[in-house]
């Protein structure tokens, strides 16, 4: 859920957690899927600089490519020996999938209406996100668009709907 | 055999006897056809008389408690079933029959099994799991076995499940008891399922099934089958052999699994979004019913009913669903 929500770190420390219980318990084939989902998580590139810091710094960029790499072969390994042949195709087609969004909202729309949702306005969204005054006017107006809103409220009420906030 | 005991018990005015005779006739129609046996009117009437017959205070009470717990739980009474069984169970403690208490134990531990009464129950299997079997018939014995195992690995305690349903198995080799095999025959497609021998735990499925009707027990062989094989056919990629064996709660889930989402979308807002209670002390809508449906709502990326389900689960310690469609 917080993959989908887009809360990369939160997601990251809940597939953590999932390995061990797996691991302990254990439970082969729930473990092999979270390794993948683990690395769809580290290797999507909307969330990868999230992962790496604000920064986005290179070292942290390829520990995590690493670390991903490493999770989707065990996983692909698991799955071929379990022949677990639905989640085999989806880790050798390449673990990058955009999460899918209400409405059609990209990633950045989604991230814009949450703050807009919290209140804040498109010059503190401009500061919190590290991007133009007028870019921000560009999402708010794509965000309203696609969400059939007529403004920044009824924007914050479709995110608090569809539990985007 | 059922009738005749009851009408002699009525001649001779002992309700006592009247009241087992009719719990007699629950326990085989409920052996024979499993749950959905509970929703017949067959059911209906033997569990109202066995509860008429049956005097406060007394284990017939109790028994009938149970009966009535079942009864109505699975005829859309969830909560009322799941008070029968606390009172059954409560009841049960103060008597000195241990087939009673365990019949009351296994109604709880196999109706409570919304979130809020995890640790009630984990307490419970705890208790049981130690306490002396002198006394209960196998079929009880191993009914409410697997149910404290069940408990175990729904906490992560695989060691202490596995430790239980070994007891269980020795209890069904030893008895050749047909429910108490079938009992054994789906905690060990469970734990091939776990390890990952996914086609075992299928083929086990449909041994399960088999021998049901080998035995006379069609109806349980078949719901412990879709137990057993509903997790590996969708690991497996066989989500359509997964849809035929699953109730109306668990469609989304293999829907989901088979890429139709414009099917699961609307049965998870039918399903949920008109259900006033979400996650309140009076939801007695079962652990794996709505884990089912919250993994049907994250694959297709249904955020409102996700978010709903999840709140449900926020804090508790629940690890896995146990037996049923296990995750």
Redesign the interface.
């Known amino acids: 859920?917080a993959a989908?929500?887009g809360r990369a770190d939160e997601a990251r420390g809940y597939y953590q957690t999932a390995l061990e219980?797996c691991r302990?318990?254990?439970?082969?084939?729930?473990e092999?899927l979270t390794h993948l989902q683990l690395a769809e998580l580290l290797l999507d590139p909307s969330t990868g600089p999230a992962l790496s810091g604000a920064e986005g710094s290179g070292q942290g960029k390829n520990q995590d490519r690493a670390e991903a790499l490493e999770h989707l072969e065990t996983a692909i390994a698991?799955f071929r020996?379990?022949?677990?042949?639905?989640?085999l195709e989806r880790a050798e087609a390449g673990p990058v999938r955009a999460?899918?969004?209400?409405a059609g909202l990209s990633q950045r729309e989604v991230e814009v209406l949450r703050l807009i949702s919290a209140g804040k306005t498109d010059r503190e969204i401009a500061e919190e996100l590290f991007i133009s005054f007028r870019t921000v006017g560009n999402h708010v107006r794509n965000i309203l668009n696609k969400t059939n809103t007529a403004n920044r409220t009824e924007a914050a009420t479709f995110a608090a709907?569809?539990?985007?906030t | 055999m059922a009738p005749e005991a009851l009408s002699l018990a009525e001649d001779l005015g002992d309700s006592t006897r009247a009241s087992r005779a009719c719990g007699l006739a629950v326990t085989l129609i409920y052996r024979t056809g499993g749950t959905e046996a509970l929703r017949t009117s067959e059911a209906a009437q033997w569990v109202e008389r066995a509860d008429r017959y049956a005097k406060p205070g007394t284990v017939e009470r109790a028994v009938a408690d149970a009966f009535l717990a079942l009864l109505r739980f699975y005829n859309d009474r969830s909560e009322e079933g799941v008070a029968h069984a606390g009172k059954a169970l409560e009841l049960a403690r103060r008597l000195d029959d241990p087939e009673a208490f365990w019949q009351a134990a296994h109604a709880w531990l196999f109706l409570a099994k919304a979130p809020q009464h995890g640790e009630e129950v984990l307490r419970l299997a705890d208790e049981l799991a130690i306490r002396p079997r002198t006394g209960v018939s196998a079929p009880r014995l191993t009914s409410t076995m697997c149910e404290i195992g069940s408990t175990f690995l729904a906490w992560?305690q695989?060691g202490r499940a596995e430790e239980v349903w070994r007891e269980m198995d020795e209890v069904a080799q030893r008895t050749g008891n047909p429910t108490a095999l079938l009992f054994s025959m789906l905690a060990n497609a469970i734990f091939a399922?776990?390890?990952?021998?996914?086609?075992d735990a299928v083929a086990m499925g449909q041994s399960m099934s088999n021998r049901g009707g080998e035995l006379g027990i069609s109806g349980s062989a078949e719901r412990f089958s879709s137990f057993a094989s509903v997790r590996?056919l969708l690991?497996?990629?066989k989500g359509d052999d997964a849809l035929l064996q699953v109730s109306v709660f668990h469609r989304a889930l293999c829907l989901a699994?088979l890429g139709r989402q414009e099917e699961v979308m609307p049965l998870l807002e039918e399903l949920l979004l008109a259900r006033p209670d979400i996650g309140s002390d009076e939801d007695e809508t079962r652990t794996e019913r709505d884990i089912s449906m919250l993994e049907a709502a994250?694959l297709v990326?249904h955020?409102?009913v996700?978010?709903l389900l999840?709140r449900r689960f926020a804090d508790t310690g629940l690890?896995?669903t146990g037996y049923i469609h296990n995750?």
């Open positions: 859920m989908l929500l219980v302990e318990m254990p439970f082969r084939p729930e092999a698991e020996e379990m022949k677990m042949q639905p989640s999460p899918t969004y209400p709907h569809q539990g985007l | 992560g695989r399922s776990l390890d990952g021998r996914l086609e590996p690991y497996l990629g699994h994250v990326g955020r409102e996700a978010g999840l690890r896995l995750t």
